[in-house]
């Protein structure tokens, strides 16, 4: 089977670049159905937003004063909360240590407004009896004889003797379908209490509290994974308790899965997961986990598992807020900053156009052709992912994308450069494309996994606006190779099959007479000598090939002078005897 031309790959590289600026476009065009617009969201400095003042309070009763430890975490675990709602460049600090100040762009949504709100009792309860969430009828009440009545101290969290009389009267009276009964205050960590579950589907009786949200190291979500290792398909949430909390969670699941082994419908091998009082999830234990490590499976979907990752990891915030105020802000930066950053990077952008025109003459058009294309790219993406997942573009991100317009512009000289050099070499335009292409991309791919790599770094290890300039500088670092690989690369092929540009025209920028080639081959039998290629080579190739002469030039000196054998001494009595006979 024959192997492709290059040119045939190279259109098949351009039919490919066209390809994913139409998906991107159709992905913007879909998304408009659903509230998405062609333009990117802004984020604070630019579109202004809301702007909380939170005020924090302990969550027991000692009434000791929040420390500057405690308020730091609180910060990080709000800005990792509203981050994890997918609300882009949000500001999170303290005002004069006392408060937190959350800055929003747009509109705050009551979900997040809950969620940075929400503080975080999280606990693990044993469940000792569920049901449906409906309030028992008056005719199916317990009779007052048969009420339960501990006959003992109970043992552990799972002990039907924490059920008392009064507690199953509140079981029974305990209405989950309406939120506004459910009761989510002065439940004793040492008791057992009765609660629904965060969703109104039903409502429990459970022990005291056995391990608390702070023991939870980290909590993700993933795909459970068959006992042969492969995905099946249903997402599961994983967590990671601490080493204190390991060995309790040993001796609970130990006790829980017995139960389950004796009667696998009881209630009591479930344990709960609470959070502010209610219930996120009561999962049967199916093992006894003696790592610290459970997975909890069940019905849910990707993003239910995701929420519950999300509520476990940042659940364990020591302390809880008040909104003190909540008030509309408008830009920070406005509207004048942004036009003077657009008006430098329109005068960037022309002046690198003017200089490929000047340096590169008609190719000099690939390269602008090329930022243009790389810039509809990196727009089409920034405006996806502000629908897809909020991402909002600061004045940051703007400067990284000014930038990025020289990052982009390197890619191209370096690979024209390298053709220039072949064609200094004696090659054919084509072939200077072909042997060019294969040296340039080598350099060209570390030069920008070097930047990609600076702008994850610069990403993770940094907060705010700062990640917006690193997010930037890495996208348009990806849509730079994309273009270089999809589009310059094979737009320079089947330009240098053209006649004009293969033919080495005045102003194609690849003219091997205004270059200086000395062809290997001059015609009449002559092929190029070593003195006529010295143009072609660099500074460093030149010296190499001086010394190595010099050399060569002492080596030859000093043979020379040991060819030269020195005439033997006269002896003085063989010259008297030839004089005398």
């Not at 910060?75 to 909360?81: F, G, K, L, S």
């Not at 009792?121 to 009779?143: E, H, K, L």
């Amino acid at each position: 089977m024959a192997q492709p031309s290059h040119a045939t790959k190279a259109r098949g590289a351009l039919a490919s670049m066209a390809l994913v600026l139409l998906l991107l476009a159709g992905g913007i065009f879909g998304t408009t159905f659903a509230g998405g617009t062609w333009l990117p969201k802004l984020a604070l400095d630019l579109s202004g937003g809301t702007q909380l003042i939170l005020s924090p309070e302990t969550n027991d009763s000692s009434g000791e004063e929040i420390t500057a430890e405690q308020l730091d975490q609180a910060v990080e675990i709000i800005r990792q909360r509203v981050d994890g709602a997918g609300v882009a460049e949000a500001e999170v600090t303290t005002q004069s240590g006392q408060n937190v100040v959350v800055s929003v762009p747009g509109t705050l949504s009551s979900e997040t407004r809950d969620l940075i709100q929400t503080s975080a009792q999280m606990s693990f309860r044993a469940v000792i009896n569920a049901g449906t969430p409906q309030a028992v009828t008056a005719d199916a009440t317990a009779a007052e004889d048969a009420l339960p009545s501990p006959t003992a101290e109970p043992t552990d969290g799972s002990d039907y003797n924490w059920v008392t009389g009064d507690l199953w009267r509140q079981y029974e009276q305990l209405d989950c379908t309406i939120p506004a009964n459910v009761d989510t205050t002065n439940q004793d960590p040492n008791a057992a209490i009765v609660a629904c579950a965060s969703d109104g589907s039903e409502k429990y009786i459970l022990g005291p509290i056995e391990i608390e949200g702070t023991d939870i190291e980290t909590a993700s979500y993933s795909q459970v994974a068959s006992s042969t290792g492969y995905a099946t398909g249903q997402w599961g949430v994983n967590i990671v308790f601490n080493e204190a909390a390991t060995q309790t969670f040993k001796d609970v699941t130990t006790r829980l899965n017995a139960i389950r082994g004796t009667n696998a419908s009881d209630p009591r091998a479930r344990f709960a997961i609470m959070l502010d009082g209610q219930v996120l999830s009561s999962p049967v234990t199916q093992a006894v986990i003696t790592n610290g490590q459970p997975q909890i499976t069940g019905n849910f979907t990707e993003e239910e598992a995701a929420n519950l990752a999300e509520q476990l990891k940042y659940g364990a915030l020591p302390i809880s807020f008040t909104i003190q105020s909540e008030q509309q802000i408008s830009a920070t930066l406005g509207a004048d900053q942004l036009k003077m950053g657009l008006i430098a990077g329109l005068i960037g952008l022309l002046l690198v156009f003017i200089y490929s025109l000047f340096q590169y003459r008609l190719v000099g058009l690939v390269n602008i052709t090329s930022i243009i294309v790389a810039g509809l790219l990196s727009y089409g993406v920034i405006v996806l992912l502000g629908h897809l997942m909020n991402y909002r573009l600061s004045l940051a991100g703007v400067a990284g994308l000014i930038v990025s317009i020289g990052l982009m512009a390197d890619s191209f000289i370096v690979y024209f450069e390298r053709i220039r050099d072949e064609i200094r070499a004696g090659r054919t335009i084509p072939a200077g494309i072909d042997h060019g292409w294969l040296r340039a991309k080598r350099t060209i791919l570390a030069s920008k996994a070097v930047n990609l790599l600076a702008a994850v770094v610069l990403y993770f290890a940094s907060v705010g606006n700062v990640r917006g300039f690193a997010f930037t500088l890495g996208l348009t670092a990806v849509s730079d190779l994309l273009i270089t690989f999809l589009f310059i690369h094979p737009l320079m092929v089947l330009l240098g099959r053209k006649d004009y540009f293969r033919n080495g025209g005045r102003f194609s920028g690849m003219d091997p007479v205004a270059l200086g080639s000395t062809p290997l081959y001059r015609g009449a039998g002559r092929i190029r000598t070593s003195e006529e290629a010295d143009g072609s080579l660099s500074l460093a190739e030149r010296k190499r090939r001086e010394r190595l002469a010099a050399e060569a030039a002492e080596a030859e000196a000093a043979q020379g002078s040991a060819d030269v054998e020195p005439l033997p001494a006269a002896d003085s009595t063989t010259t008297e005897e030839a004089r005398r006979g």
